[in-house]
């Protein structure tokens, strides 16, 4: 505990809140503020059926004596709650004699609000049993479960497979294997109510009662508020999670890398309860006696907001990159399980220009291994065959543009062009035989024109 050590009293109670949730306790919060000698954390427990209120007392300091618990014991008394309470005082340090026998006492005497004690080894031994670690004097959250990075029913490729699958002139049986890699990132899914009630003189003009849960990416740096999609990722699947520190992946990708948690839960509790804060705020219109309209800012204040739960897990990003000849391609999403919400698609893109998305089609030119639109894929007027306009040879027959792999097919085609008959060579452009035809019919009508005027 050396570093817990360090901690100011403040920091302590962050800490130990972090320390509560984990273990269980709903509706953890800390007390206001006060200039002395900190904060008590208040909290509530379900036994047997029966919830219960707790107040606890935070003492970061070497010895806690008997007064300490005679203190928190008539505080107890005056703690609003509706329904039965106990107190607790949590110590990095020890408990002197007195303060032992105080307590046992109130047990004995089946006391309406027992005391629990908890000193510094305990403390050790529960920070030991839910994985919070010291790290920088500060306690992170350490967390093993995380989502599952592959689907176990098909193989961990299989989601750039089937996105190849879409590409017309390539076959599953062509594609080497992609490169992976997967990067297990920490998420938070956070759940909380907001309960407030905004009154005027003319009475209620508002109210929230809200359910929210949202899902926040945890790295080091500024926490951030998942997409819906990836939030809907995260909550559908946190039911289904496996063990990071058991089962490796390291057999399964090329590349395995696992990113730390940024903050403490204390720190993720207060940046949501921001957010929410800013998402509830509306502004709201009423009417007042002297029939004037008048416009309020509705705000939640921080005590509307309470959060419920903050769930770590590890979210796994995995990007398979496949490498086909000149070209590179990128394919990256967020994975639970057979789920997963695409974050990087250079499958589904054009190599020549801006079209991109699966609500287009696309060809692969073997001819060099680029994935093209339909404007930038040509026939290869040898072979027949896709070919692009990035790597095609050029060459105009019949007034039109021809394309061929290379030189040599070109070549080849010129050979045979020089030995087609001449309709056969103006069948090399559409567009030529068809005016080539309108402008017959047209001499014709002419001559009949003149014949019938003679
Ligand atoms: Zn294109
Ligand atoms: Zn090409």
């Known amino acids: 505990m050396a570093v817990l050590d360090d901690l100011s009293g403040f920091e302590f109670e962050d800490v130990m809140e972090d320390v509560f949730r984990n273990l269980g306790y709903e509706n953890v919060r800390q007390a206001e503020r006060t200039a002395d000698e900190g904060r008590d954390v208040m909290m509530e427990e379900v036994v047997d059926g029966t919830r219960r209120g707790v107040v606890v007392e935070c003492k970061h300091t070497g010895t806690v004596g008997r007064p300490v618990v005679q203190k928190l014991h008539s505080a107890i008394a005056t703690f609003e709650f509706d329904g039965p309470k106990r107190g607790m005082v949590a110590t990095t340090g020890r408990f002197t004699g007195p303060a032992i026998e105080y307590a046992q006492r109130l047990r004995r005497n089946d006391d309406p609000y027992p005391i629990e004690l908890i000193d510094g080894e305990d403390l050790r031994e529960i920070a030991d049993e839910i994985g919070l670690d010291l790290y920088n004097g500060r ?7 995380t ?3 592959f689907d176990p029913a098909t193989s961990v490729a299989a989601p750039a497979e089937e996105a190849f699958q879409d590409i017309d002139n390539i076959e599953s049986t062509d594609l080497p294997a992609p ?5 297990f990132r920490p998420v938070v899914a956070v759940t909380a109510d907001t309960n407030a009630v905004f009154e005027t003189s003319v009475g209620v003009i508002h109210r929230v009662n809200d359910r929210s849960r949202f899902v926040v990416h945890a790295e080091r740096g500024h926490p951030e508020t998942a997409s819906g999609d990836v939030s809907n990722l995260v909550l559908e699947n946190l039911h289904a999670t496996v063990d990071l520190e058991a089962d490796r992946f390291e057999d399964q990708f090329d590349v395995v890398e696992e990113r730390r948690f940024g903050q403490t839960q204390t720190e993720y509790k207060d940046w949501a309860v921001d957010r929410l804060r800013e998402h509830q705020t509306t502004t709201v219109s009423y009417t007042g006696d002297n ?6 800012t509705c705000e939640p204040n921080r005590s509307d907001i309470s959060i419920q739960s903050i769930e770590p897990v590890y979210l796994p990003q995995v990007r398979h990159t496949t490498d086909l000849q000149e070209y590179s391609y990128p394919y990256e999403y967020f994975a639970a399980g057979p789920s997963r919400v695409t974050s990087e698609d250079e499958i589904h893109q054009c190599v020549h220009c801006d079209i991109a998305g699966t609500d287009n089609t696309y060809t692969y030119c073997a001819n060099c291994g680029s994935i093209n639109c339909n404007s930038h894929i040509k026939t290869e007027r040898l072979e ?5 306009t990035g790597c095609a040879v050029t060459e105009r027959f019949a007034f039109k543009t021809k394309y061929f792999y290379d030189e040599a097919n070109r070549d080849a085609f ?3 062009y020089e030995a ?4 056969e060579k103006a069948k090399e452009n559409t567009w030529l035989v068809v005016s080539a ?12 024109a003149t014949v019938g005027g003679l």
Not at 291 to 296: A, L
Not at 437 to 448: D, R, W
């Open 179 to 183: 490169h992976s890699h997967v990067t």
């Open 437 to 448: 035809a309108v402008f017959v019919v047209l001499v014709l009508l002419g001559v009949l």
């Open 139 to 145: 306690i992170e959250i350490l967390c093993d479960e």
């Open 291 to 296: 029939n004037v309209t008048y416009t309020k």
């Open 147 to 149: 989502l599952r990075p």
């Open 420 to 423: 087609m008959p001449f309709y």
């Open 414 to 416: 010129r050979e045979e």
């Open 384 to 388: 027949e065959t896709p070919v692009c």
